[in-house]
């Protein structure tokens, strides 16, 4: 083969490439929703709570490129895991969503009320949530419309079948809401295994690491359009820690998820929408 034929051949076959990873980036991967599971072992997981699945999912961005038709699947997706108990990570409607009607507000809730958890659905605020009042009273209504429980600087004993339980802890958005530490950890013991949910991923620097078993975030998508030394996304709050998994001095880890929707641009590169779900493990202690 000629040199020339080697070259034309490289040239298209890298365009056909190009190509194709720009039509999933915009037509495909904002709408499939990967499933990324986890295990939470720890011998402060009670038997009781052994095998709970724990589904999380956050920044829903709706009324904009999120659908009505891409949520229904979304909701689909949830309720095929069978999750015992599921938590919003904030951020409920897109920051240029369409006005927000009663229309839009009750189709929302009606579907977001679909998703089935025997033990429990809970929420934290975004910094979207409560960019103003009015956007704040609408995402209240919409969530408590939906059978979730907001939490707000507060913590939660979650139960399975006994007295035994894990505890959660919802801390504000540190953007345009407020995180009191002091507030959420009032009531939580440190032979508890404590789940903290905060929708700003670099909050989980200022939790107490004694109190702090695992911290769940969003916000940053992922960086939603990520090449390595950069991304579409990059947002105040998330610089730290804008995506995966980080331990903070050995002692806890930080999961900042990807997210299930999409802003500025309905696109999605190497930062795929996804549903995280946990499954608790009770962890015996070793013999000596």
């Known amino acids: 083969m000629k040199i020339w034929h080697k070259i034309l051949l490289v040239f298209s076959l890298t365009l056909l490439l190009a190509s194709a990873l720009a039509y999933d980036a915009f037509y495909s991967a904002p709408s499939r929703f990967t499933i990324r599971h986890e295990t939470l072992s720890s011998i402060y997981i009670p038997e009781q709570l052994d095998g709970v699945k724990i589904l999380y999912f956050s920044d829903l961005d709706y009324n904009n490129f999120m659908d009505e038709q891409r949520l229904a699947k979304l909701v689909r997706t949830m309720n095929e895991l069978s999750p015992d108990v599921v938590i919003f990570g904030g951020d409920l409607f897109d920051q240029n969503a369409r006005p927000v009607n009663p229309r839009s507000m009750s189709t929302l809730s009606g579907m977001l009320k679909q998703i089935e958890a025997p033990l429990g659905k809970f929420a934290v605020l975004g910094d979207i949530d409560e960019r103003s009042e009015e956007r704040l009273a609408n995402v209240r209504t919409v969530l408590y419309d939906a059978d979730f429980e907001v939490l707000k600087n507060q913590s939660l004993n979650l139960h399975n079948t006994g007295t035994d339980t894990v505890v959660l802890v919802g801390l504000d958005n540190s953007l345009t809401g407020y995180a009191d530490i002091n507030a959420a950890y009032a009531n939580v013991s440190r032979t508890s295994y404590t789940i903290t949910i ?77 549903i995280v779900l946990y499954r608790l493990e009770h962890k015996n202690i070793a013999p000596n």
């Open 198 to 274: 905060c929708h700003t991923p670099d909050t989980a620097d200022y939790v107490p690491s004694d109190l702090t078993k695992y911290f769940l975030a969003g916000h940053s998508h992922g960086g939603q359009v990520y090449w390595f030394f950069g991304s579409l996304l990059e947002p105040e709050m998330a610089e730290k820690y804008l995506r995966g998994k980080h331990t903070i001095n050995g002692l806890y880890t930080v999961d900042v998820t990807n997210g299930v929707g999409t802003t500025i641009k309905d696109v999605r590169f190497l930062a795929n929408a996804e």
